[in-house]
């Protein structure tokens, strides 16, 4: 390890599988790699301690803000780009810092935005209705007291998986104007019928779709998946890690359809195939988090890790998934 860096455990969050996620990067000393989710800085930290060279991307301006120690460290072997990860192709092109030879990207929010209660990601500390990554752009408090019962009700089945949307949805309508996370998780509860003594808060699915929805989380990974297809150079390796099961689908198809391995059955598949040399070698077997981790993390609990290293062939057109 690097001495001019402390270890990864002095950072304020400790990433999650970041052992398993360095073991997935396999970096040699001097190789360039990318951070396509900065965060409070975990990961990059522990690249950087493995001799990379680094390119964090972060949509959060409070995420820039706060590697600035960091970045002044880690002098020319850091560069903190303020972007969603969506954008990496278009920004490392730009900066001449095309092919690189590992991506990692750590999907959802982050452990620093959830524990800011005035960022609104989290019920568990009363603050505002916000949930913006980027602090610009709609927030949760113009969605749920503006947009209309139908796509509210849309927004929860779809990106939250909540059966009851609808019924969640009218109840939000009812108690306009909501400005708190309190305020709205009550609502929700009441909808749903929480009991102190049940096993898992309701508002939380509920919160998850909201957020995902604003902030177009799932669009970004698809969007970010191809970029990163696109920057790796022949060799490179991608790792990815998801928290819940509309994430961890999309990454699976998307390394099963680009190396080639996806199963039969899709009627778009044969001429998919016909076009594209895989991108991708068949992707290695998902990694979650031991019992070790998860008792010193409860986050890990959910987490998921495939890896994939990318062939010579030419990135498949966006679209194409």
Same mark, same amino acid.
């Given at each position: 390890?690097?001495?001019?860096?402390?270890?990864?455990?002095?950072?304020?969050?400790?990433?999650?599988?970041?052992?398993?996620?360095?073991?997935?990067?396999?970096?040699?000393?001097?190789?360039?790699?990318?951070?396509?989710?900065?965060?409070?800085?975990?990961?990059?930290?522990?690249?950087?301690?493995?001799?990379?060279?680094?390119?964090?991307?972060?949509?959060?301006?409070?995420?820039?803000?706060?590697?600035?120690?960091?970045?002044?460290?880690?002098?020319?072997?850091?560069?903190?780009?303020?972007?969603?990860?969506?954008?990496?192709?278009?920004?490392?092109?730009?900066?001449?810092?095309?092919?690189?030879?590992?991506?990692?990207?750590?999907?959802?929010?982050?452990?620093?935005?959830?524990?800011?209660?005035?960022?609104?990601?989290?019920?568990?500390?009363?603050?505002?209705?916000?949930?913006?990554?980027?602090?610009?752009?709609?927030?949760?408090?113009?969605?749920?007291?503006?947009?209309?019962?139908?796509?509210?009700?849309?927004?929860?089945?779809?990106?939250?998986?909540?059966?009851?949307?609808?019924?969640?949805?009218?109840?939000?309508? #009812?108690? $306009?104007? +909501?400005?708190?996370? &309190?305020? /709205? !998780?009550? %609502?929700?509860?009441?909808? @749903?019928?929480? =009991?102190?003594?049940?096993?898992?808060?309701?508002?939380?699915?509920?919160?998850?779709?909201?957020?995902?929805?604003?902030?177009?989380?799932?669009?970004?990974?698809?969007?970010?998946?191809?970029? #990163?297809? $696109?920057? +790796?150079?022949?060799? &490179?390796? /991608? !790792?990815? %890690?998801?928290?819940?099961? @509309?994430?961890? =689908?999309?990454?699976?198809?998307?390394?099963?359809?680009?190396?080639?391995?996806?199963?039969?059955?899709?009627?778009?598949?044969?001429?998919?195939?016909?076009?594209?040399?895989?991108?991708?070698?068949?992707?290695?077997?998902?990694?979650?988090? &031991?019992?070790?981790?998860?008792?010193?993390?409860?986050?890990?609990?959910?987490?998921?890790?495939?890896?994939?290293?990318?062939?010579?062939?030419?990135?498949?057109?966006?679209?194409?998934?």
């Amino acid at each position: 390890m690097n001495a001019r860096f402390a270890p990864v455990a002095d950072a304020p969050h400790v990433p999650v599988l970041l052992a398993e996620v360095l073991d997935a990067l396999a970096i040699v000393p001097g190789e360039r790699h990318v951070d396509a989710t900065f965060g409070a800085g975990g990961y990059t930290r522990a690249m950087l301690g493995r001799g990379a060279m680094v390119v964090a991307f972060d949509r959060d301006p409070d995420a820039i803000a706060g590697g600035a120690a960091l970045s002044a460290e880690a002098g020319e072997r850091l560069m903190l780009i303020e972007a969603p990860f969506s954008g990496m192709a278009r920004e490392l092109d730009e900066r001449d810092l095309v092919p690189v030879d590992g991506v990692v990207m750590d999907i959802g929010v982050s452990s620093m935005q959830l524990d800011q209660a005035e960022r609104g990601f989290s019920f568990q500390a009363d603050g505002p209705l916000d949930m913006r990554m980027s602090q610009a752009g709609e927030s949760a408090a113009d969605f749920v007291n503006e947009a209309d019962e139908a796509v509210i009700a849309d927004v929860l089945f779809r990106y939250g998986e909540e059966p009851r949307s609808r019924r969640v949805a009218k109840a939000i309508v #009812a108690a $306009r104007p +909501l400005s708190r996370t &309190g305020e /709205l !998780a009550d %609502v929700i509860r009441r909808a @749903l019928g929480y =009991r102190a003594h049940d096993k898992k808060d309701p508002a939380t699915r509920c919160f998850q779709a909201i957020r995902i929805h604003l902030n177009r989380e799932l669009d970004e990974l698809v969007e970010g998946l191809a970029a #990163a297809e $696109r920057v +790796l150079a022949p060799g &490179g390796r /991608l !790792a990815v %890690v998801t928290f819940h099961s @509309l994430e961890d =689908r999309l990454v699976k198809r998307f390394l099963r359809e680009r190396s080639g391995s996806e199963p039969a059955g899709s009627r778009h598949l044969p001429q998919v195939r016909a076009l594209h040399a895989p991108s991708f070698e068949t992707p290695a077997r998902a990694v979650r988090a &031991g019992e070790a981790e998860v008792s010193r993390n409860p986050r890990a609990r959910s987490a998921t890790l495939r890896v994939a290293r990318r062939t010579s062939a030419a990135p498949w057109q966006q679209g194409t998934m």
